[in-house]
T-cell receptor, first 114, second 113 residues
Framework: DARVTQTPRHKVTEMGQEVTMRCQPI?????VFWYRQTMMQGLELLAY????????DSGMPKDRFSAEMPDATLATLKIQPSEPRDSAVYFC????????????FGPGTRLTVL | GDSVTQMEGPVTLSEEAFLTINCTYT??????LFWYVQYPGEGLQLLLK?????DKGSNKGFEATYRKETTSFHLEKGSVQVSDSAVYFC????????????FGKGTRLHILP
C-alpha cells in the first residue's frame, strides 16, 4: 500500500530554533507539494517540485523558509529561525504527471513554536 | 484566475440523513474536479473525481456530477453515518496548464448519532 510518509509527526520547539520536516513521496511520483494548514488561513500551498526541480515557491516566506529535494525519495522543508506564527500542520503531497493531477497527502507534521 | 467556492460549515446532520455539500467553480480551461476528505488528525485523501463534463464520480456512497452548464460539482450521499464526520474539500485542477490543485476552504460535517 503505497503512501506518502512524513517525519516527525509532531514537533514542539522554541522560537528561534531551526525546524526540519521531511517527506518521502510515493515511489515513482515526480511532483511533490508542501502545504500549510491553519484554522485561520485554511490550506495554503507553500511550494512544489517536479522532477526534483522547484517550480513554484511563491507561497513561502523566503526569508525563513526553504524547501529542497536532495533526491527523488526525500523532500525537506526547513524553517530557520522559527516563530510562533509558524505553528501549523504541514502536509506533503505527491503526484504523478498524467493522472489528472490527483495528489496523495501524507499524515502531516504538527508544528508548535513556543 | 481559477477558483472554487463551497458552502460554509459546519453542517450538522443526524445519522441516515441526506447530505448535499454545494461546490461551484470558475475556470478558463477544462479542469478535472475532485472531492477530498480530511478525517480528524489525518491528511487529505481523495474521495472521488471527475475529469470531464457529465462524468459522475462515486466512492463510499458519495457521488458528485461534473456539471459544466452550471459550473458545479455538488457532493451528495443518501444516508450519512457518524463515521462520515470530517472536513470535505472541493478542488479543481487543469493538468494542461500546471500541476497545482485549487482547493476550496473546506466544509466541516458533523453527524449526530
Amino acid at each position: 500500500d503505497a503512501r506518502v510518509t512524513q517525519t516527525p509527526r509532531h514537533k514542539v520547539t522554541e522560537m528561534g530554533q531551526e525546524v526540519t520536516m521531511r517527506c518521502q513521496p510515493i515511489l515513482g511520483h515526480n511532483t511533490v507539494f508542501w502545504y500549510r494548514q491553519t484554522m485561520m488561513q485554511g490550506l495554503e500551498l507553500l511550494a512544489y517540485f517536479r522532477n526534483r526541480a522547484p517550480l513554484d515557491d511563491s507561497g513561502m516566506p523566503k526569508d525563513r523558509f526553504s524547501a529542497e529535494m536532495p533526491d527523488a525519495t526525500l523532500a525537506t522543508l526547513k524553517i530557520q529561525p522559527s516563530e510562533p506564527r509558524d505553528s501549523a500542520v504541514y502536509f506533503c503531497a505527491s503526484a504523478s504527471t498524467g493522472t489528472y493531477n490527483e495528489q496523495f497527502f501524507g499524515p502531516g507534521t504538527r508544528l508548535t513554536v513556543l | 484566475g481559477d477558483s472554487v467556492t463551497q458552502m460554509e460549515g459546519p453542517v450538522t446532520l443526524s445519522e441516515e440523513a441526506f447530505l448535499t455539500i454545494n461546490c461551484t467553480y470558475t475556470a478558463t480551461g477544462y479542469p478535472s474536479l475532485f472531492w477530498y476528505v480530511q478525517y480528524p488528525g489525518e491528511g487529505l485523501q481523495l474521495l472521488l473525481k471527475a475529469t470531464k463534463a457529465d462524468d459522475k464520480g462515486s466512492n463510499k456512497g458519495f457521488e458528485a456530477t461534473y456539471r459544466k452548464e452550471t459550473t458545479s460539482f455538488h457532493l451528495e450521499k443518501g444516508s450519512v453515518q457518524v463515521s462520515d464526520s470530517a472536513v470535505y474539500f472541493c478542488a479543481l485542477s487543469d493538468p494542461n496548464r500546471d500541476d497545482k490543485i485549487i482547493f476550496g476552504k473546506g466544509t466541516r460535517l458533523h453527524i449526530l448519532p
